[in-house]
């Protein structure tokens, strides 16, 4: 998918905002469109028929959470990547599990947003086709001989911390909450203790400075997201 096939629909009722968006992403050749409401967004997913989703939470008619959940409910599968304040971290997890893709934070720059543009359609386009050796910088994961390397000696690791290194690699370039990361590694488990300290010593077996990661990278009060591979 090129740009200038991506038609993207922000929905959000600042129009300064609304504004730096339509000139930033034009600029990149992104047809955009704009909502100033829920209601207005609604019938505009349906006669724009988007590609991609820019939402703002703080929305005059509906909250951007339940906008996403009614979106999601019925069916809506493209990307959307939610905007939201800095500081709000619990609306930023709880719109991440109702579906959202990825978000970026207010203020933003705009390279960062495109950045996540490109990352949410190309992960929704390589959805169904996931490859099975996965590379970035000089980590390399075998998805199917379950053989980790970095620069071509391979890491031993224990069950669990593969299982979070698979699932990072399946969403990579996404960011994946801690709940997420819980209920597909521990079935559930609350603690998100037990998941810091295994990605503490996944970090210690794959990074070369794990205190500044360069692949695992926290999204701090959100969860973790892994850095996304080489095209």
């Known amino acids: 998918m090129t740009n200038t096939a991506v038609r993207v629909l922000i929905v959000d009722d600042e129009p300064p905002i609304r504004k730096l968006l339509r000139v930033g992403l034009s600029t990149q050749d992104y047809a955009v469109s704009e909502?100033?409401?829920?209601?207005?967004?609604?019938?505009?997913?349906?006669?724009?028929?988007?590609?991609?989703?820019?939402?703002?939470?703080?929305?005059?008619?509906?909250?951007?959470?339940?906008?996403?959940?009614k979106w999601r409910?019925?069916?809506?599968?493209?990307?959307?990547?939610?905007?939201?304040?800095?500081?709000?971290?619990?609306?930023?997890?709880?719109?991440?599990?109702?579906g959202a893709d990825d978000y970026i934070t207010k203020p933003f720059g705009m390279n960062e947003l495109v950045a996540r543009?490109?990352?949410?359609?190309?992960?929704?386009?390589?959805a169904q086709g996931e490859k099975p050796i996965f590379q970035t910088g000089e980590l390399s994961v075998d998805l199917v001989k379950r053989i980790v390397k970095v620069a071509d000696k391979e890491i031993k690791l224990?069950?669990?911390?593969?299982?979070?290194?698979?699932?990072?690699?399946?969403?990579?370039g996404k960011v994946l909450t801690h709940r997420y990361l819980l209920e597909h590694v521990w079935d559930g488990l609350t603690d998100v203790q037990y998941l810091r300290v295994y990605v503490r010593q996944l970090r210690q077996k794959i990074?070369?400075?794990?205190?500044?990661?360069?692949?695992?990278?926290?999204?701090?009060?959100?969860?973790?997201?892994?850095?996304?591979g080489q095209q």
Do not use: F
């Open 35 to 69: 909502a100033m409401n829920a209601k207005v967004a609604i019938e505009m997913v349906k006669s724009e028929k988007p590609d991609l989703i820019i939402l703002d939470l703080g929305l005059p008619d509906m909250t951007g959470h339940d906008l996403l959940e």
């Open 207 to 228: 990074e070369k400075t794990p205190d500044q990661p360069d692949y695992i990278l926290t999204e701090t009060g959100v969860g973790y997201r892994l850095r996304e």
């Open 117 to 126: 543009i490109r990352v949410a359609l190309r992960h929704r386009l390589q």
């Open 158 to 172: 224990s069950p669990k911390e593969y299982d979070i290194l698979r699932i990072l690699v399946q969403h990579a």
């Open 73 to 98: 409910g019925e069916g809506l599968d493209l990307p959307i990547v939610i905007l939201s304040s800095r500081t709000d971290e619990a609306g930023i997890v709880k719109a991440l599990e109702l």
